[in-house]
Structures are given as structure tokens and as C-alpha cells.
């Protein structure tokens, strides 16, 4: 069997592996996935008049602003999703299976791209089940044309590729799952300081910066002009260059530290 064959098999044996894990385990996927659908109940049906006033102008407009929120929310789900990520990672590191893989004829970077692999699936299950959501409570793209639907899906698995290395990076340096679900904590923050719940210029002067120049806001306004037709500008060209820069540092330091780590 060439080695391309036998990479192939293995990680496909590994994403098997992993999704039965989920399957037979889903509580944490379940609790990290309500995380975004409390945040946009919460801040459509208790903030959601308050919010668009502010955001419209002093005119409430509750649908506005729930179209407004959900790009932001989408990519916050897959923050959440890949915490989950970490804390498999985690576990297979300190539970001994990974000295066991070590010892077996399997491509060994097998394991790592299963849980990509694996990750990235449950990512988009999750955004389909947030994005249910969002319709069933009002949210409406009807001004996308199909090309923009593809692009939004495309920028969303990026998204969940870039963010998942990311989160296989911080399990492999976690020394327990404890830990590894808080070095991911920042994944599930950065939205909540971006424009994913009022724009930028919203913000105090101080602040601003920090909102801009981070990945999930440039993400965010392009996916929002994809589905609703605003101004996308820069943001596409620096969502991607976003996506790309963290899935290869991600990767890099993921491969590095997998093939140097004695446990």
C-alpha cells in the first residue's frame, strides 16, 4: 500500500473513531452548542428592542437586529464547537491510547487529522442547527444569491478548518481536559469583542482596535455582507488571509508538538 493509501485509511479509521466518541458522548457537544443559541435567544428576545434602537438609530426593530447578530453567532458556534476539540485532543494525550497508537503500523499523523477531520464535521452540524434556529425565530436572507450561499459556506468551513488546528494545538500543550477547555476559552470570547453584536463604531475609541484587528471581525462582516448585502470592503481578502495564517500556524505547531511529545 503507498503511503498517500495508508494515510488515507488510517485517518479515515481515526474520523470513525472520533464520531463514534461523539455519538456515545454527546454532552459536551451539547453544552458548548447551547452556548450561541442561549446568547441569541438572549439577546433577541431580552435585549433585542434595546440593542436595535441603539444600533437603528432609536427606531426598535427586533427583526433587524436579529439578522444582524447571526453572522457573528454562526462563527462564535464554531468557537464553541472546537473547545470540545481541545478536550478530546487532551484526553487522548493523558489517557495513554496515544502511546498506544505510537506503537501500532498506522500513518501517524493519522490521529491528528481525524480529529480535524472530525471537528470540522461537527462544526458545520452545529452551525446548521444554530442557523435553524435563527430562521425558526425570524432570521431571513433573501437577497443572497446562490453563489453568496457557497461562499458563506465556504468561508465557515475555512473558518472551522483554521479554528480547529488552532484548538488540536492548545489539547497537545493542556495537561488535562480541565485545562484544555479554558487555554480555548478565548475562542468562545473573541466574538463576544468584535462586531458580532454592535458595530465597531459603536464602541468606545479604546476599544475599537481591538475589535478590528482581531480574526472573527473581518470574518464576521464578510459572511454579514455575503447573506445580507452589506459592504464586505477589505474584510474578505483579511478573512481568509486570517483563516489561512491560523490554519497553517496551527498546523505547524500541532505536527511539532504531536511528533516531540513523549506521552
Known sequence: MSPLALAVRDSSTMLRRNLLHARRYPSLTLNLLLTPIMLLLLFVYIFGDTMSAGIGGGRPDRSEYIAYIVPGLLLMTIGSTVVGTAVSVSNDMTEGIIARFRTMAIHRGSV??????????????????VGAVAVAIGFRSTD?????????????????????????????????????????????????????????????????????????????????????????????????VWCLGLAVLGYFWSTSKFNHDPR
Open 112 to 129: 491528528i487529522i481525524g480529529h480535524v477531520i472530525g471537528s470540522v464535521l461537527q462544526s458545520v452540524i452545529s452551525v446548521v442547527l
Open 144 to 240: 443572497a444569491t446562490v453563489l453568496e450561499w457557497l461562499a458563506a459556506f465556504g468561508l465557515l468551513v475555512l473558518f472551522a478548518m483554521a479554528l480547529t488546528w488552532i484548538a488540536v494545538g492548545m489539547g497537545l500543550i493542556s495537561p488535562n481536559a480541565e485545562a484544555a477547555s479554558n487555554n480555548a476559552m478565548p475562542l468562545i470570547l473573541l466574538p463576544l469583542l468584535s462586531s458580532a453584536f454592535v458595530p465597531i463604531h459603536a464602541m468606545p475609541g479604546w476599544f475599537q482596535p481591538i475589535a478590528e484587528y482581531q480574526p472573527f471581525t473581518p470574518a464576521i462582516e464578510t459572511l454579514r455582507g455575503l447573506l445580507l448585502g452589506t459592504e464586505i470592503g477589505n474584510n474578505g481578502w483579511l478573512a481568509v
